[in-house]
């Protein structure tokens, strides 16, 4: 039987908006899994974590970056062969303080902040190309508007 696990959360951080909106975009380091692909900040949700604190503990990790403001996106399943499940992401969006104040995790060896129309370009994943277009579809503005209420977890 495949088994069904909530296991890990995504984090695209956003800065700006409207005609000035940009995309953090992170590229895996050399000796790490799927080396040289580019994606959003991703990781494992602990043990009794919820979702919204491994994806402010993540963006820290690989990013050095903290949270302004945090929104839910979508969940996301995907199937791992190696572990017979189905992996399940949370997805956020997130405005970092000091975007500039970039510090990278052993993880990654480089990091860009690029136009929306470059970073679905540039990202790996198609279902993080999908995740991206509903986040901008929901932020382009730097906030999720009548929605706001709903989407925003802080």
Known sequence: MIK?????????LLRGAANDLRVLV?????????????????GNIKPRERPEAAALREVRE????????LYSVICQPF?????DAVQ????FAAFAETPDALALGPE????????PEEAL?????????SALRDALQLLRAGHAGPVEDVLRVF
């Open 26 to 42: 992170l590229r895996r380091a050399e000796g790490t899994r799927c080396t040289g692909a580019w994606e959003a900040v991703h």
């Open 121 to 129: 370009r540039r990202l790996s994943w198609p279902r993080s190309v």
């Open 79 to 83: 199937y791992l062969h190696q572990r």
């Open 108 to 115: 990654h060896d480089t990091a860009e902040w690029l136009r």
């Open 4 to 12: 069904l696990k909530i296991g890990v959360v995504d984090v695209f």
């Open 88 to 91: 399940v992401a949370v997805v």
């Open 62 to 69: 690989e990013t050095g970056l903290e949270v302004a403001r």
